[in-house]
């Protein structure tokens, strides 16, 4: 199984990776977390990518590759495949990718388009609060803290991270629909995307297990 979840923050994409890797075993890659297992681990990718991080720079969609194709290989051994989560996130990156799919003689089963309206977005992540101690996420909506403004699991003080301000929010989803959205449009020219509306995490998954049994 060799999946793509793309979206917008706030959409669900990582919930949803979490659950079909403990459905199917096909191992979840978030580029965000590659990125930083790659930076503690101090490899030679990890090395490279901090040189431009440092400078204030944009790491290259090479070394971005790079590192992504180390990933895919692993979980390929595993036989069992990967769900890519956060990446590609440009046409190029896209286009990047697909030239290393064919090096490798891989082909993506499919893209999982999830969708919700921008304003659900915005209330979702807006809603997010996070423990300053040991990072664990509540939401004031559909899962708050037993006691406001505590840490269930070790008292620390919560707080909203700056990028769930509403205006950082609104920001990113600009970000979103002018370089990713193409993304989508990309792949829905193969007829690769199934669009999912995403607004309940139980539907989204079985609409989404069901397309793939």
């Known amino acids: 199984m060799r999946l793509l979840l793309v979206g917008p923050p706030g959409v669900g994409k990582g919930t949803q ?12 890659l978030s580029s965000g977390n590659i990125f930083r297992e790659e930076l503690a681990a101090e490899s030679d990718l990890g090395k490279l990518a901090k040189t ?47 030239k290393l799919f064919e090096k490798m003689n891989l082909t993506l089963d499919k893209v999982i ?31 708050p803290p037993k ?12 707080f909203v991270r ?4 509403p205006e950082t929010i609104r920001e990113r989803l600009r970000v979103f629909h002018e370089t990713t959205q193409p ?15 995403a607004l309940n995490i139980e539907a989204t998954n079985a609409e989404i297990i069901a397309s793939l049994e």
Request: hydrophobic content about 35%.
């Open 17 to 28: 990776a979490a659950l079909l890797e403990q459905k199917f075993g096909a191992r979840q």
């Open 52 to 98: 431009y991080m440092e400078k204030g720079e944009l790491v290259p969609d090479e070394v971005t590759i790079d590192m992504m194709g180390k990933h895919i290989a692993a979980a390929e051994e595993s036989g069992k495949g990967f769900i890519l989560d956060g990446f590609p996130r440009t046409v190029n990156q896209a286009i990047a990718l697909d």
């Open 113 to 143: 388009s999830l969708e919700v309206d921008d304003e659900e977005v915005v209330q979702r992540l807006s809603s997010r609060i996070c423990c300053s101690k040991c990072g664990e996420i509540y939401n004031k909506r559909n899962k």
């Open 147 to 158: 006691v406001e403004g505590v840490c269930d699991k070790c008292g620390g003080e919560l």
């Open 162 to 165: 700056k990028d769930d301000q």
């Open 183 to 197: 993304v989508i449009d990309y792949y829905d020219k193969a007829g690769r995307v199934l669009h999912v509306e």
